[in-house]
Structure formats: structure tokens, C-alpha cells
């Protein structure tokens, strides 16, 4: 029996070891992921502080250049460097969602806004490949939403850039659903990009929102990108608290799609014919100033992080900005465009200081 009990003993110890052991290297392996991370993201800001200044210089220099051949040069500069910085910021943005400090900011928006900033930023592409790109909408919407706009067009624009880029002839379809829940005053938006593009095999599909995964190998030779759009998408769905999925065939083309449940802020039905953009001025009464420094607030954080974001943010908010910020909205518009996103912050920064007090 004491011998039975020694072995016993011994084994608990063996145990107990191994299982500290494990922990151990699981701490270790979680460190060295976050170290790892954190350098990935260091290593992109630091690249994309002087990017951003090479690429409002190059606006700069177009805006002023007369020469025909000059300024086809000083395009295709400026269209490198937008392929530069697409491929930092997907690289910050999965280091700070793995690090945990990619934050949301949600906030009331109009959806119609999303959609046309959408529309704005991808149809040119879609048609320079000859592509349809219809969106389909419910005949009419909630004046406004609660939910982070910015993280849902990121999304929504990668789904919609994914689509074109691997779409040679066809269609890029965006449709629109708000689904009801149990709770009155909560809907689940529902949108899915349809293509009729190379579709994606089945045995292919697990690993498609995994960092770093693409199609094939083929693929990333032939189509480029870093692989990383759909790893964001998922993570930041997910922190939305929605699902994201695909559905898709070979040669015939794919259905990416995501839910995101949202929070009806004002439930008055808006007529989605009417374009999001044209909304009439509003008086200094009329403004709402805490939703004004709410957004103000929210484009100071990304621009603080030179997050390409804030410029979703400010076109997706500008109808609403405009009239409260007056000449001061000229000045931050032309400084995002140039991407001089330090002068930007610090015009933010003093508009929020001036703003009325609640």
C-alpha cells in the first residue's frame, strides 16, 4: 500500500509540474504574441506618420502641376502610395485588435451616409473594370442608428473591394436588410456583397478570416493584397457582437455577408431615395452639440493614431459638421485631404475647446 501511495504521490507531483510547466509557456506564448504585436503596430505608425506626408505633398504638387505628363507621373506616385498605406494599415489595425487596443466608437449616424460614402469610394473602380454595381436598399430607413459607422463601412468596404478585385465580368451587388429583433428599439443590420467573381473552393473556405490567408498562393501573385482584410472584418465583427460569413462556388462567384446588431436612435423612416447627402443646413439652434462633440471626439482618437478611418469618419459626418463648425470645417477638410493628420488633430482640438457648453 505505501508503495501504491508513493506512486500515487509521485504522479500528482508529475502533474502538478507538467501543469505549471504549461502555464508557464502558455504566459510565455501570450507575452510573446503581444510583444509581437505591439512592435508590428510601432513599426506602422512610425511608417505611416511620413507616408502620410508624402502623400499630401504629392496632392499638394498635382493640385498645382499644369503639365499633362507631370501630373500622370504624380498619379501614379500617388496611387503607390495609397497601395502602401492600404497594406500599414491593415498591419496596425490586426496588431492593435490582437493587442486589444482597438477601441469602437460608436456613435448616431445615418446609414444612407455609409452607403453613399461607400458608393462614392469604390463605383469608379467597378466601372474602370466595366462592373455593375447595383445597391439594393429597403425602400426606407431609421433617421438614424446607433453602432460604429467607421468599423462597419471598414468592413462592408472590404467585402466590397475583395469583390471587384477578384471579379473580372458582372456584378458587384451591395444589399442592405435590417432585420427585427425581440427589442423594440434594436434592429440586426444585415449586408451582403454578392459577386460573379472566381469563387473560393470549399476546402479553402475555413481558413479565410485567419490572418495572412489567402485563395492560393496563385492568387496573391496575381490579384496582390496582404490577406488581412477578412481577419479584421471578422475580429470586428465580433466585437460588434455580429456574425460575418461566406458562402460561395467556383467560377461562380461568392456571398460575403455580415450582421451586426444596432440600436434605433430615431425611428422616423427616412425615404432611401432621397440621397443621405442632401440635407438641409442646420440652425445654430437646431444643432445638436453633444452629438457634434461626440463625433469630434471619436475623429480625435483616430487622428491621434493616424488611423486612415478618420477620413470615413469625416465623410460619413461632414453633412452634420459643416454647419456647426462653419469656415473651421473648410480648414479641417482641406488639412484631411492633404493628410496632414497632425494639423487636423490640432484643429479638432480647438474645436472642442470652443465648443458651447452643455
Given amino acids: 500500500m505505501s508503495k501504491e501511495r508513493e506512486t500515487i504521490r509521485q504522479l500528482r507531483a508529475l502533474v502538478a509540474q507538467r501543469t505549471e510547466e504549461l502555464a508557464a509557456a502558455r504566459l510565455a506564448?501570450?507575452?510573446?504574441?503581444?510583444?509581437?504585436?505591439?512592435?508590428?503596430?510601432?513599426?506602422?505608425?512610425?511608417?505611416?506618420?511620413?507616408?502620410?506626408?508624402?502623400?499630401?505633398?504629392?496632392w499638394m504638387l498635382q493640385e498645382q502641376a499644369s503639365d499633362p505628363e507631370l501630373k500622370a507621373k504624380l498619379q501614379q506616385v500617388s496611387n503607390a502610395t495609397q497601395q502602401l498605406l492600404a497594406v500599414i494599415n491593415d498591419l496596425l489595425d490586426i496588431s492593435r485588435i490582437e493587442s486589444e487596443q482597438l477601441l469602437l466608437e460608436p456613435l448616431d449616424?445615418?446609414?444612407?451616409?455609409?452607403i453613399n460614402h461607400l458608393i462614392a469610394n469604390h463605383g469608379g473602380k467597378a466601372a474602370q473594370k466595366g462592373l455593375a454595381f447595383p445597391v439594393d436598399l429597403p425602400p426606407r430607413?431609421?433617421?438614424?442608428?446607433?453602432?460604429?459607422?467607421?468599423?462597419?463601412?471598414?468592413?462592408?468596404?472590404?467585402?466590397?473591394?475583395?469583390?471587384?478585385?477578384?471579379?473580372?465580368?458582372?456584378?458587384?451587388r451591395l444589399s442592405i436588410e435590417l432585420q427585427p429583433t425581440s427589442d423594440a428599439g434594436a434592429i440586426v443590420l444585415y449586408a451582403a456583397v454578392t459577386d460573379s467573381g472566381i469563387g473560393i473552393p470549399d476546402e479553402q473556405r475555413t481558413g479565410l478570416f485567419q490572418p495572412f490567408e489567402q485563395i492560393e498562393h496563385?492568387?496573391?501573385?496575381?490579384?496582390?493584397?496582404?490577406?488581412?482584410?477578412?481577419?479584421?472584418?471578422?475580429?470586428?465583427?465580433?466585437?460588434?457582437?455580429g456574425e460575418i460569413g461566406v458562402s460561395s462556388q467556383p467560377d461562380r462567384g461568392s456571398i460575403f455577408w455580415v450582421k451586426i446588431p444596432l440600436t434605433v436612435v430615431a425611428p422616423a423612416l427616412v425615404e432611401?431615395?432621397?440621397?443621405?447627402?442632401?440635407?438641409?443646413?442646420?440652425?445654430?439652434?437646431?444643432?445638436?452639440?453633444?452629438?457634434?462633440?461626440?463625433?469630434l471626439l471619436g475623429l480625435e482618437n483616430l487622428l491621434a493614431e493616424d488611423d486612415i478611418q478618420a477620413l470615413t469618419l469625416w465623410h460619413d459626418m461632414a453633412p452634420l459638421l459643416r454647419p456647426a463648425l462653419g469656415a473651421k470645417s473648410t480648414r479641417l477638410a482641406d488639412e484631411l485631404t492633404r493628410y496632414s493628420f497632425d494639423v487636423a488633430l490640432d484643429i479638432v482640438r480647438e474645436i472642442l475647446a470652443g465648443l458651447p457648453k452643455a
Fill in 141 to 172: 430607413l431609421p433617421a438614424l442608428l446607433r453602432g460604429d459607422p467607421v468599423r462597419i463601412g471598414q468592413i462592408l468596404g472590404n467585402f466590397i473591394s475583395n469583390a471587384i478585385k477578384f471579379t473580372q465580368q458582372g456584378s458587384v
Fill in 29 to 58: 506564448a501570450e507575452s510573446a504574441s503581444r510583444a509581437k504585436s505591439a512592435f508590428i503596430g510601432n513599426l506602422s505608425h512610425e511608417i505611416r506618420t511620413p507616408m502620410n506626408a508624402i502623400v499630401g505633398l504629392t
Fill in 272 to 295: 432611401t431615395e432621397s440621397p443621405a447627402t442632401d440635407q438641409p443646413v442646420a440652425t445654430a439652434e437646431a444643432i445638436d452639440w453633444k452629438r457634434v462633440e461626440e463625433i
Fill in 218 to 241: 496563385s492568387t496573391k501573385r496575381r490579384f496582390g493584397g496582404t490577406g488581412l482584410g477578412l481577419a479584421i472584418s471578422k475580429r470586428l465583427a465580433d466585437m460588434m457582437g
Fill in 109 to 114: 449616424f445615418d446609414l444612407r451616409q455609409v
